[in-house]
């Protein structure tokens, strides 16, 4: 029987995850070139660590959240600027619920604290 060892399963999910990153690197740059900035790569990691932190969980939830840090700005879940947005992020609910609450939000264009 095959048996994997814990170091070969940790560079497994390294490689998954980096081409992951490629991956939403290259979506961020085709349709959402005016919001690209220098280290791209390392605000696409920022963000999975934020939305896995979130309960965001699925491949296309991570993207979307990610997305909205493109063109919202990289802290906008925990800058405070958006209330409407912790609101729908510390709700007890699926990470693809607060996806759509928060896309659903962001056509509103948030409601800005004042």
Do not use: N, W
Not at 18 to 24: I, L, N, Y
Not at 96 to 109: G, M, N, P, Q, S
């Amino acid at each position: 029987m095959l048996e994997i060892r814990q170091d070969q399963m940790q560079m497994f999910l390294a490689r998954a995850r980096e081409s992951f990153v490629s991956r939403v690197v290259g979506y961020l740059k085709q349709h959402r070139a005016e919001h690209v900035k220098e280290d791209l790569a390392g605000m696409v990691r920022r963000q999975i660590a934020a939305a896995e932190g979130y309960g965001i969980r699925t491949e296309a939830a991570v993207v979307k959240f990610t997305e909205l840090c493109a063109v919202f700005g990289e802290d906008f879940h925990d800058s405070g600027k958006y209330p409407e947005v912790e609101r729908i992020l510390t709700q007890q609910t699926d990470g693809a619920v607060k996806i759509e609450e928060l896309c659903e939000a962001a056509e509103r264009d948030f409601a800005v604290a004042s």
